[in-house]
Structures are given as structure tokens and as C-alpha cells.
């Protein structure tokens, strides 16, 4: 009896770890997903915009969108300045959310902005923390 025991403490620990794995690398892909639609968005946005003189036009454009997609017009304009503060999309490896970016995409120096990037990284800090 105390062998099968052993055997299903084993067998149980170890499909614990696998769902725990599991559960880790969902979480970090569903962060990156949110990280990449909302670079492509803002791309696409600034690129429809660029060369558009009229202030109203573009405020115009982002109305329509919030009321056609229902992402709010301040989310729309954080999707553009992500975008214009990373011309690149950020690799998976950054290890950073997009609360995260969308604090770092306010600063305008970009030295700046990669010196708060390095911090946040090297030191785990939250958006909370960052902020």
C-alpha cells in the first residue's frame, strides 16, 4: 500500500509541475499577444495618420474607431505612442508587460526611456512601481 502511495504522490507531483509550466507559459504568451496587437495597432493607426494635417481629422478617425472596435480613444492614442516609442517591436525576451510600455512610451528622450526599461528589468519592478 505505502508503494502505491509513494507512486501517486510521484505521478501527482510531477502533473502539478507540468500544469504549473503550463499555466506560466500561457500567462507570458497571452502578455506578449497583448504586447504585439497593440504595437501592430498603433503601427497601423500612426501609418493611416501620417502626413494628415488636420488635427480634427485624426481625432475624427479615433472616435470611429473607439465606438467600431470599442477600445477606448486614450487606449488608441497609448497604442500610437507605444508604437512611435518603439518603432521595433519588442522582443519576447524584454520581459515586460504592456502597462509597462505604455508608462515607458510617455517619456520622450529615448535614452531615458531605455535607462527605465534597464531598471524595471534588472530590478522586477511592477507598472506600479515604475509609475
Not at 29 to 47: L, N
Not at 76 to 93: H, I, N, Q, V
Request: net charge neutral; with cysteine; proline share 2%.
Amino acid at each position: 500500500m505505502e508503494f502505491i502511495l509513494n507512486n501517486y504522490n510521484n505521478l501527482l507531483s510531477e502533473i502539478e509541475k507540468i500544469i504549473k509550466e503550463g499555466q506560466r507559459e500561457i500567462e507570458e504568451r497571452v502578455h506578449y499577444e497583448k504586447i504585439t496587437m497593440s504595437w501592430k495597432i498603433g503601427k497601423i493607426i500612426s501609418d493611416n495618420l501620417k502626413g494628415e494635417r488636420e488635427l480634427d481629422y485624426g481625432n475624427k478617425v479615433l472616435q470611429n474607431l473607439e465606438g467600431d472596435t470599442g477600445i477606448t480613444k486614450r487606449t488608441l492614442y497609448r497604442m500610437c505612442s507605444f508604437y512611435k516609442s518603439y518603432p521595433t517591436l519588442p522582443s519576447k525576451e524584454a520581459s515586460l508587460k504592456l502597462s509597462h510600455y505604455q508608462i515607458l512610451s510617455v517619456l520622450q528622450d529615448g535614452e531615458q526611456r531605455k535607462y527605465f526599461e534597464k531598471l524595471t528589468i534588472e530590478n522586477g519592478l511592477s507598472a506600479r512601481d515604475l509609475q
